[in-house]
């Protein structure tokens, strides 16, 4: 069974930066991905990345953010450069053991998984 860990989340002031992580455990292989959601929003795709190290960003994000991970100690890493107000929400990181691309993580994903962690938040003030 995959279980996931998120840490790293804080609060900051705008064009702050933080860098969340997500430790993966019970899941040799798979696609993964950070999700957000804020309050009385849906929860989003931010960023994914597959076993090649292919990754996709949510275009809010794209510039600013920077996923990646560490396959020895199975890790997954979000470098957040740049925060914004907008960017405030609990963050949340999945794994697809399916390996579907970045890309439909980023679209698809949270749409049909309903077992998350229990998040990290970030908060960014003005």
């Known amino acids: 069974q995959v279980h996931l860990v998120e840490s790293g989340g804080g609060s900051v002031q705008s064009g702050g930066s933080l860098r969340l992580s997500c430790a993966a455990s019970g899941v040799t292989s798979a696609t993964m991905g950070w999700f957000r959601q804020a309050p009385n929003k849906e929860r989003e795709g931010v960023a994914a990345?597959?076993?090649?190290?292919?990754?996709d960003y949510a275009v809010a994000v794209k510039g600013r953010f920077t996923i990646s991970r560490d396959h020895g100690q199975n890790i997954l890493y979000l470098q957040m450069d740049g925060l914004r107000p907008e960017d405030t929400a609990m963050y949340y990181c999945?794994?697809?053991?399916?390996?579907?691309?970045?890309?439909?993580?980023?679209?698809?994903?949270?749409?049909?998984?309903?077992?998350w962690g229990q998040g990290t938040q970030v908060t960014v003030s003005s």
């Open positions: 999945g794994a697809d053991p399916g390996l579907r691309p970045p890309s439909w993580l980023l679209q698809h994903f949270a749409k049909y998984h309903n077992s």
């Open positions: 990345i597959d076993e090649a190290g292919t990754t």
